[in-house]
């Protein structure tokens, strides 16, 4: 079945750092991806999404590119701040039968020192 | 604004005990998922429906049932709960046709004794 991969479970940076986490998907469709982010004690919030191969998402200065031709996805900012500090969700989604059921990766847990 | 909002927050319930899960959306979106997140396992879907009256198995539907009374609505039940059932659990709502991605609940942390 369709599964997403997240290499890092835990990432630490100092703030203005550049972050990377690496997400990798296999599906035998064509599959959505997206980027959640979750903060201690919420639920997971939408960052963004892309449909397409070399479609890039962004928000608040996160960004991925879909790559087909490696199924990645990875989250990528400039300069990270102490309260980008989350967990980040790389998931899947194929709504041809009208409805988002998505695939999670593991998650990464991201922490940022000032 | 946009929410979804999950009651309790917080319950303990007994090995072979009943447990409802509530979950209440205001977005007038016509898909709602459950999902349950544990370490090293990310967030996992329960059941999900496509508007009142439906509920659909999700990956892992084993010792739940749903039921979506309404739009606004979707339930979680475990008739007879389990420790191994002891998790967070997540609900959510979506519209595909308003290209609309899941918006999460804050979360029901459940403990089975």
């Known amino acids: 079945g369709d599964s997403v991969t997240q290499t890092e479970g835990q990432v630490a940076l100092s703030e203005e750092d550049f972050l990377t986490i690496h997400c990798n998907y296999s599906a035998s469709g064509y599959p959505a991806l997206f980027w959640y982010v979750q903060y201690p004690g919420e639920g997971p919030q939408f960052l963004f999404r892309a449909s397409r191969d070399k479609e890039k998402g962004s928000s608040r200065g996160f960004e991925a590119t879909y790559d087909k031709g490696t199924t990645s996805f990875h989250l990528r900012k400039a300069s990270v701040q102490e309260s980008d500090s989350a967990v980040y969700y790389c998931a899947l989604g194929d709504h041809s039968s009208g409805s988002w059921q998505l695939i999670f990766g593991s998650g990464t847990q991201l922490t940022v020192m000032p | 604004e946009a929410a979804v909002t999950q009651s309790p927050r917080n319950k303990v319930a007994v090995t072979g005990g009943k447990v409802t899960l509530s979950c209440n959306q205001t977005n007038n979106h016509n898909n709602m998922y459950w999902y349950r997140q544990d370490t090293g396992h990310g967030l996992r879907l329960i059941h999900y429906?496509?508007?009142?009256?439906?509920?659909e198995k999700g990956d892992i539907p084993d010792g739940y049932k749903a039921s979506r009374p309404s739009q606004e609505n979707f339930s979680l039940i475990l008739e007879l709960a389990t420790p191994s059932q002891t998790s967070v659990y997540f609900c959510?709502?979506?519209?595909?046709?308003?290209?609309?991605?899941?918006?999460f609940g804050e979360g029901t942390r459940l403990s089975v004794l």
């Open positions: 429906s496509y508007g009142a009256g439906s509920t």
């Open positions: 959510a709502s979506g519209d595909v046709g308003n290209n609309q991605a899941p918006l």
